[in-house]
């Protein structure tokens, strides 16, 4: 048994079978050979190859008698990326020095290269990465003896193992199929944690280099609660764990009890319970979570894991599916939330150093009208589905905000045009999460309708870390005095000028962190359907005094360490159920 | 050693068609055959080398060539550049 420890993002606990993918999202069977199977390994890969070279051969031959010598050409190049003596003498010394199963030398010197190519100025090496993939593809065919399985053909009760994943690559994920994820990169506000959380899966993230001590078919334990993974779990762990899954069972049935009752303290203040959702098919969810609406609206599903730009319809349909499907409760619509280095249309002229700080969400939709009125459009013709609510992400300036909504305005003025009706209900707000919207707020005030603290970028951009890098994502910390001082002046704001502040990061999915925004004044969260009954328990344990001991305490702490065992210690005594569970 | 400066006069530049055939010439000589361009230095065997240079029409490459058989394949080599690899 091997036991590792990783940032848990997403909680549960999953036992399942491995299935490993290499950075490029082929499956590999496993990674290190013992010293004397190196020799079998490294000629079992010089066989692979030439038995490659014989296939790009053939499939050279079949393209030149069907389209001509031009194109059938291609293969006779591949093949020579195949031979390349560079490529042959790395995947040598990965083998018989650094004891690598074929396989996976096979996968890091391509991907090597592929990146290398991809990320050369000229359009022409780019192009080139595709062929160096198809290369890898067939090598890895040659060597397997069968086809390379990818994300799309995950067998049942697995548990997906990868370097890191792209938002497009779990998208593409089965759910019926993936029981939990872990990954070796990535931080607790990552997307690859928003997903899982949206999947309702354990996931663990941040793990540092273990590939190599995993194979396909190996047993897995996920523990999502405690970050704990464990590798062909002995006995008494693996009883353990069923164990802690059965009761953790037992403890969702009974908290979906709560699911009609409201989310009041014991002394009757009520606090609205809303749900972040990505995809259209989780409003099943929320309604069976008793969810008060959706809080916050991902739309970056319908431009993710597409290769082409999604139509007006594509946007209408979808709203307006979660419009409907939330009969009349409120569904909060955020605009585009990318950076530019995520979309395959658009992306930047220059590479971007510092994509956090470059152009996207609400500057990316703002230089690109054209992509941005799409978008629009079909918010406004959704609206009149249900109770919609319209925001813009990442507003850090006045101008910007003001720029949106008379782009919005304008897209307004010609839908009345064609006779399309806009319901005058309709609010416009903005997320904050940029620590100048929240130092101007008193002038945005009067200008918008309502605001919704993201805390995932509120404490990148107010701690100055990248939540997705490892080396500093202990850095990255919610609970942060400074970012509570941000959320308690924008609450402070609003509250003066009677309008609504909802906080929809992932703070709201704790339960100590959810009763200390409570007790600073907010009376809206919105978190992921499946955290809602935990919260709600939560709320319905503690009176509103006890929250604002909590928040007068806690916002005099000086350090986020000081603030989260506080919490903790406040948490276990008012609702020690919850913290038993986890 | 030997050597010379050779232009890419294809319209597509040193691109996968070309840079195979210039693999499959130099793997014919014995000698060392390399081509620099602005400093950096290709393995004439090598396909991800030559792809590297990124050589578009035009460029000015340098061929050096290293070994008993270096003027057969300098001069191998350099009908390949004069010829645009034959290439449709």
């Not at chain 1, 809080?295 to 599903?301: A, C, K, P, S, V």
């Not at chain 2, 060539?65 to 550049?81: K, T």
Request: glycine share 8%; charged share 25%.
């Amino acid at each position: 048994m091997l036991e590792l420890q990783g940032i848990a993002v997403s909680p549960g606990v999953a036992i399942g079978k491995a299935i490993v993918f290499d950075r490029e999202g082929y499956s590999i069977a496993r990674c290190l050979v013992s010293r004397p199977e190196a020799q079998r390994e490294w000629q079992r890969l010089v066989e692979a190859v030439s038995k490659a070279h014989e296939v790009l051969g053939a499939r050279g031959k079949e393209t030149t008698d069907s389209w001509g010598a031009n194109l059938g050409g291609i293969f006779s190049a591949q093949q020579q990326l195949l031979l390349d003596p560079h490529v042959r003498s790395e995947m040598e010394h990965l083998i018989r020095d650094n004891l690598y199963a074929a396989e996976y030398a096979v996968s890091e010197v391509f991907a090597k290269y592929a990146a290398a190519f991809r990320k050369a100025s000229s359009s022409f090496l780019a192009e080139r990465a595709a062929d160096v993939r198809d290369v890898e593809r067939t090598l890895l065919e040659a060597l397997t003896g069968k086809p390379t399985q990818t994300f799309a053909e995950i067998p049942p009760g697995s548990i997906v193992v990868s370097h890191d994943l792209t938002p497009g690559e779990t998208a593409s994920f089965d759910t019926e199929k993936v029981l939990a994820l872990c990954t070796e990169a990535g931080g607790p506000g990552g997307h690859t944690a928003i997903v899982a959380r949206g999947m309702e899966i354990p996931a663990v993230v941040g793990v540092g280099n273990f590939l190599h001590n995993i194979r396909s078919g190996d047993e897995l334990i996920i523990d999502g609660h405690l970050g704990r993974i464990f590798v062909s779990p002995d006995a008494p762990t693996r009883e353990r764990y069923l164990k802690r899954r059965i009761a953790r069972e037992s403890i969702v049935s009974e908290l979906s009890e709560l699911k009609d009752l409201p989310a009041v303290t014991s002394d009757g203040v009520h606090v609205e319970l809303m749900a972040n959702v990505e995809f259209p098919n989780e409003t099943q969810a929320c309604l069976a979570r008793g969810a008060d609406g959706v809080g916050l609206y991902r739309t970056e599903f319908l431009y993710l894991g597409h290769d082409k730009e999604p139509t007006e319809e594509d946007h209408f349909l979808a709203y307006q599916q979660v419009l409907r499907d939330m009969q009349g409760r409120p569904v909060v619509i955020r605009t585009l939330d990318l950076g530019a280095d995520k979309m395959g249309m658009t992306r930047p002229v220059e590479p971007e150093n510092n994509p956090f700080l470059g152009l996207r969400s609400i500057r990316l939709s703002l230089r690109n009208p054209a992509l941005f009125r799409v978008q629009v459009r079909a918010i406004l013709r959704a609206a009149s589905a249900g109770n919609c609510r319209i925001m813009f992400p990442m507003v850090t300036t006045l101008d910007e905000f003001r720029s949106a909504k008379f782009l919005l305005r304008s897209v307004a003025d010609d839908l009345t045009c064609e006779g399309i009706r806009i319901p005058s209900t309709l609010r416009v707000g903005m997320m904050v999460e940029v620590p100048a919207a929240v130092l101007m707020l008193d002038r945005f005030i009067e200008e918008i309708d309502f605001v919704s603290i993201g805390t995932n970028d509120l404490t990148q951009y107010t701690l100055a870390v990248d939540r997705s890098n490892v080396s500093v994502a202990d850095l990255y910390q919610a609970c942060d005095p400074a970012v509570l001082r941000l959320i308690k002046r924008t609450q402070e704001i609003t509250s003066e000028h009677g309008k609504s502040t909802s906080v929809c990061g992932e703070m709201s999915n704790n339960p100590a962190h959810a009763l200390l925004l409570v007790g600073m004044g907010i009376r809206s969260l919105s978190l992921a359907p499946s955290t809602i009954p935990v919260i709600k328990k939560a709320i319905r344990s503690v009176t509103l005094g006890q929250c604002e001991a909590m928040a007068w305490r806690a916002l005099r702490l000086g350090t986020a360490r000081e603030v989260e065992a506080f919490l903790m210690n406040q948490l276990a005594g008012l609702v020690p159920e919850i913290v038993l569970q986890a | 050693m030997i050597t010379r400066v050779v232009t890419v006069q294809n319209p597509e530049g040193l691109h996968m068609r070309p840079a195979d055939k210039l693999v499959r010439t130099a793997t014919n000589f014995q000698c060392q055959i390399e081509l620099e361009r602005a400093g950096q230095i290709a393995d004439c065997r090598s396909m991800i080398g030559l792809l590297t240079l990124g050589a578009p029409q035009g460029t000015e490459l340098t061929l050096r060539a290293q070994g008993p058989d270096a003027p057969m394949a300098i001069e191998a080599i350099s009908r390949l550049f004069d010829s645009q690899f034959d290439d449709p």
